[in-house]
């Protein structure tokens, strides 16, 4: 994942050093205030030439649906078969912010997605707006929803290619989540915080800040799963913030809720999670991002 805040002078430095080492994809997050999806996207597809760019995600509320699709269109005609696009609800507290939460929000990412999907196809709207016959992709991208909560997952099964998985994503939850999809063919991407390091200790003290935020109530489908759930759940109620719950987590809930360890033990548990149905474990580097990459691409 290239982190949301990355300084920009290292941007260009991070994405072509992951190519080089051999990364398969590289995922972009586009979060209120920091910078946007579709920009990072054409940049980081421009400065490599392999690597497919996955954009996860836009948020529906924010973008009309016909100029996504022509942005999507654009990036795909541009870089045929490198692009991924992941779309969701987005934040709620930011999509207030800006006035962009809608009233029903599971039918309008319904209806965002499926007018971009048909206008990638050649399709025309009700209102009579197309692509152009020149701006329609031979071969539209994949339109992933990042997701969770089974209504929306169970949506994501209809409408999409596949589906985003924040983090954290543990084998339960990734089988949890495709239980409520309930679609062939559909891929998974799974997000986790991401550390590798000869000594396992230290992977996992690295791993334990970067996990705080996931005892807050966002997070529950997460770790509902679990066998520890309950354990989960009393320890954090103790806790007075997330900071104090990441350092009082067993090292082994730690193992569980990130990738970290030495490359062999993150390596089966990458296994793991494609037993589970995931196709593209991403890691979010931990430190500085562009050293984070030497050591994680020792699990490839």
Request: proline share 8%; hydrophobic share 50%.
């Amino acid at each position: 994942m290239l982190p949301r805040d990355l300084e920009p002078t290292r941007v260009r430095e991070f994405v072509q050093r992951a190519e080089k080492l051999g990364f398969d994809e590289l995922w972009i997050v586009e979060d209120l205030g920091f910078r946007g999806g579709i920009a990072q996207a054409a940049v980081v597809l421009a400065w490599t030439e392999r690597i497919r760019v996955g954009i996860g995600i836009v948020p529906a509320g924010a973008r009309n649906a016909a100029f996504a699709a022509m942005e999507l269109a654009t990036l795909t005609q541009l870089f045929p078969g490198r692009v991924h696009a992941g779309i969701g609800h987005g934040m709620p507290g930011w999509m207030r912010q800006i006035g962009a939460w809608p009233d029903r929000p599971l039918r309008a990412l319904e209806q965002h997605v499926t007018t971009v999907r048909a206008l990638l196809g050649g399709g025309v709207l009700d209102s009579g707006v197309r692509l152009d016959a020149s701006a329609v992709p031979a071969d539209p991208p994949p339109l992933l929803l990042g997701v969770r909560g089974p209504k929306s997952l169970a949506l994501s099964g209809r409408i999409a290619d596949g589906t985003v998985l924040a983090e954290p994503v543990t084998p339960e939850y990734a089988r949890a989540a495709l239980g409520q999809i309930a679609a062939s063919d559909h891929r998974l991407v799974a997000y986790n915080v991401g550390v590798v390091d000869a000594d396992p200790a230290v992977a996992v003290a690295a791993a334990r800040p970067a996990l705080a935020a996931i005892g807050e109530p966002d997070w529950a489908p997460h770790i509902a799963p679990l066998p520890f759930a309950a354990e989960f759940a009393a320890l954090r109620a103790r806790c007075v913030d997330g900071a104090e719950f990441a350092r009082a987590m067993p090292a082994e809930w730690v193992r569980q809720l990130a990738l970290a360890g030495t490359a062999a033990r993150v390596r089966v548990r990458i296994d793991e999670l494609a037993a589970a149905g995931v196709h593209s474990s991403v890691f979010i580097p931990v430190g500085d991002p562009v050293t984070a990459l030497d050591s994680l691409a020792t699990v490839l």
